[in-house]
């Protein structure tokens, strides 16, 4: 698929995203946003999977660990066609669908996740097993930069080191934001790669996680990776797409209201 199919998908998954989420009434908006290209890539470009068999045996892995992310994974996972785009911003059971990733109700989500800090573990579990069975699937896994905070991804760092599980990429959503503020101040992550290499790990910096280029050069460079799990830093920014939200930490989570859904849906060149 070329850039500008990729950009073109981009831009309807954050549409969907946005109209779900404000149809629904709230969500995580500004990690969702931010999350849209890489995911796009990943399912569009980089991934083996099939839409009509979410279970086929020989599929790359990809866990969603930052996972109040859910609904952009969903958005891109009904624009590759493992759902109805309609059933983003319906009610199903009177309910709205999950915020957090959720295995059980969404085709093509590998694991439920929204406790921060499991889902690399989960992953390198997966690649693991691929290895010592000898299958040749890759897995990919999400992180957010807030929940690198949490002692369980250093502990699956080092893990994935000592296994050597070059069928691992993670790829780290560095918007800056977390719930509390900026990462900077709330714990700083600097000097972060270099933080990832001293695990044991080859990391790659990619200064814009929205330009396409930049990410086909990141995951083209990670397949050539022997011997060690690959992460990659893709700078990104949180509420990507929507004026009043980009780079905003009030907009990890919350509600728009009647002006603040017409702004978005202007950014984003939709009627209102």
């Known amino acids: 698929m070329s850039t500008?199919?990729?950009?073109?998908?981009?831009?309807?998954?954050?549409?969907?995203?946005?109209?779900?989420?404000?149809?629904?009434?709230?969500?995580?908006?500004?990690?969702?946003?931010?999350?849209?290209?890489?995911?796009?890539?990943?399912?569009?470009?980089?991934?083996n999977v099939r839409p009509e068999d979410p279970q086929w045996e020989d599929?790359?892995?990809?866990?969603?660990?930052?996972?109040?992310?859910?609904?952009?994974?969903?958005?891109?996972?009904?624009?590759?066609?493992?759902m109805p785009r309609e059933r983003l911003g319906?009610?199903?059971?009177?309910?709205?669908?999950?915020k957090h990733a959720d295995k059980h109700r969404i085709p093509g989500v590998e694991l439920s996740t929204g406790s921060l800090g499991q889902g690399l573990s989960a992953a390198c579990g997966m690649a693991l097993c691929a290895k010592r069975d000898g299958s040749a699937i890759r897995v990919y896994t999400v992180l957010g930069d807030g929940e690198c905070n949490e002692g369980?991804?250093?502990?699956?760092?080092?893990a994935a080191s000592k296994?050597?599980?070059?069928?691992?990429?993670?790829?780290v959503d560095y918007n800056?934001?977390?719930?509390?503020?900026?990462?900077?101040?709330?714990m700083p992550l600097e000097p972060f790669a270099d933080k990832w290499r001293a695990c044991g790990w080859y990391a790659i910096e990619v200064a814009d996680g929205h330009d396409f280029h930049q990410l086909?050069?990141?995951?083209?460079?990670?397949?050539?990776?022997?011997?060690?799990?690959?992460?990659?830093?893709?700078?990104?920014?949180?509420?990507?797409g929507i004026s009043f939200m980009e780079n905003a930490t009030e907009w990890?989570?919350?509600?728009?209201n009647a002006e603040q859904l017409a702004q978005g849906y202007r950014d984003l060149g939709m009627e209102v």
């Open 59 to 82: 599929r790359d892995r990809f866990v969603l660990s930052k996972g109040h992310g859910g609904f952009g994974l969903y958005s891109v996972l009904a624009e590759r066609g493992f």
């Open 176 to 186: 800056g934001l977390q719930f509390d503020g900026p990462v900077s101040e709330v």
């Open 216 to 240: 086909e050069a990141a995951y083209s460079e990670a397949r050539t990776v022997r011997g060690k799990p690959v992460v990659i830093l893709a700078y990104t920014v949180k509420g990507k």
């Open 252 to 256: 990890h989570g919350g509600s728009c």
């Open 4 to 47: 500008m199919k990729l950009e073109e998908v981009a831009l309807s998954a954050r549409r969907n995203l946005f109209a779900a989420l404000g149809k629904l009434g709230s969500g995580h908006y500004g990690a969702c946003l931010s999350e849209i290209e890489i995911l796009t890539y990943l399912y569009f470009r980089e991934m």
């Open 163 to 171: 296994y050597q599980l070059d069928n691992l990429v993670a790829t």
């Open 152 to 158: 369980q991804i250093w502990e699956a760092a080092m």
């Open 90 to 98: 319906a009610l199903e059971d009177g309910v709205m669908l999950p």
